[in-house]
């Protein structure tokens, strides 16, 4: 399916959720990445090669490392990038290694997140009139 403009969307359990080369959400059977499977590093890997500049993509708390560099993939092509802050993280783990990596446009809390996120919608409202 497309994705449209104010939905959230989940993998299916055990599989990864990408973006084809047609713009498509797809349920990926790749095998897992580290272990993981649904792996958000899949996801922005595939949301960088279609979406590039175009995308925003956001790093909340968890373990490990997994979408950090793809986060990094992503604000190197353009895309704004948000990865949680510290204080208001249970596990800092997958915000904190892309923090690392200089991957995070910005390191907010998430209420402050979705402030910028409003914000960005609203501006580019007001843009397209």
Same mark, same amino acid.
């Given at each position: 399916m497309k994705p449209e403009p104010g939905h959230v969307y989940f993998p299916a359990?055990?599989? +990864?959720? /990408? =973006?084809?080369t047609s713009g498509r959400l797809t349920a990926s059977s790749k095998p897992p990445v580290d272990g993981h499977r649904p792996s958000v590093t899949t996801t922005f890997d595939s &949301?960088?090669?279609?979406? @590039? *500049?175009?995308?925003?993509?956001?790093?909340l708390t968890g373990m490990g490392r997994d979408g950090a560099e793809?986060?990094?993939?992503?604000? /190197?092509? @353009?895309? =704004?990038?948000f990865a949680q802050d510290k *204080?208001?993280? &249970? &596990? +800092?783990?997958?915000? @904190?290694?892309? !923090?690392?990596l200089d991957a995070a446009t910005f !390191?907010?809390?998430?209420d402050k997140i979705a402030a910028v996120l409003t914000d960005l919608a609203n501006?580019?409202?007001?843009?397209?009139?």
């Open positions: 359990e055990g599989t +990864h959720l /990408e =973006v084809d &949301v960088a090669r279609y979406y @590039g *500049d175009a995308a925003l993509a956001v790093l793809e986060l990094r993939l992503l604000k /190197e092509k @353009g895309a =704004v990038t *204080d208001s993280s &249970v &596990v +800092h783990g997958m915000p @904190g290694e892309a !923090i690392k !390191i907010l809390a998430p501006n580019k409202k007001e843009s397209q009139r």
